[in-house]
T-cell receptor, first 112, second 111 residues
């Protein structure tokens, strides 16, 4: 199993550009999550999904959108990139909501 | 609102020592508490998950305890090794699926 995979690993965006961060898992997990981690801080939940077709906002959803058309994939969309979105983004998955979460390697995004 | 604190922010100890990392939380209504390890430039690895009904969990040289009444968890690392150097994060899970994270303790084990 590849576990949780994320692409790209690094990206530099200009203010106002858009991009999609990809996340996929091959463990047939129901729950998937997007987090961001700012330097010296803990992670903050952006969006989560409890299954295909179902998504909900986390703590810091503004400026982001998600979709979950399949169990495996959970892409995160940034529509109008802002410097405040410079961060490391982690995708995670879990079989059930209170189970151990498995993390991808992260995407380091810089908005200039 | 749940807040999770990890003190100290950084810790440096000689190889071979036993050590304890601390995690405190403000709301005892949690479903579980998880400890993760984060290596530079890499993702997070789950180390131990303690359900709210449990007092401790063990995996190899690691032992995590949970005291909900006092809002504290500790991660005990026995016989530390240079390979244990990493940032250790704790996170509490509340009823809305959300993990609330501490900022982490950066651990350096000196050979």
């Amino acid at each position: 199993n590849a576990g949780v995979t994320q692409t790209p690993k690094f990206r530099i965006l200009k203010i106002g550009q858009s991009m999609t961060l990809q996340c996929a898992q091959d463990m047939n997990h129901n729950y998937m999550y997007w987090y961001r981690q700012d330097p010296g801080m803990g992670l903050k939940l952006i969006y989560y999904s409890v299954g295909a077709g179902i998504t909900d906002k986390g703590e810091v959803p503004n400026g982001y959108n998600v979709s979950r058309s399949t169990t495996e994939d959970f892409p995160l969309r940034l529509e109008l990139a802002a410097p405040s979105q410079t961060s490391v983004y982690f995708c995670a998955s879990a079989q059930e909501s209170y189970n151990e979460q498995f993390f991808g390697p992260g995407t380091r995004l810089t908005v200039l | 609102k749940q807040e999770v604190t990890q003190i100290p922010a950084a810790l440096s100890v000689p190889e071979g020592e036993n050590l304890v990392l601390n995690c405190s939380f403000t709301d005892s209504a949690i479903y579980n508490l998880q400890w993760f390890r984060q290596d530079p430039g890499k993702g997070l690895t789950s180390l131990l998950l303690i359900q709210s009904s449990q007092r401790e969990q063990t995996s190899g040289r690691l032992n995590a305890s949970l005291d909900k009444s006092s809002g504290r968890s500790t991660l005990y690392i026995a016989a530390s090794q240079p390979g244990d150097s990493a940032t250790y994060l704790c996170a509490c899970q509340a009823s809305n699926y959300q993990l609330i994270w501490g900022a982490g303790t950066k651990l350096i084990i000196k050979p």
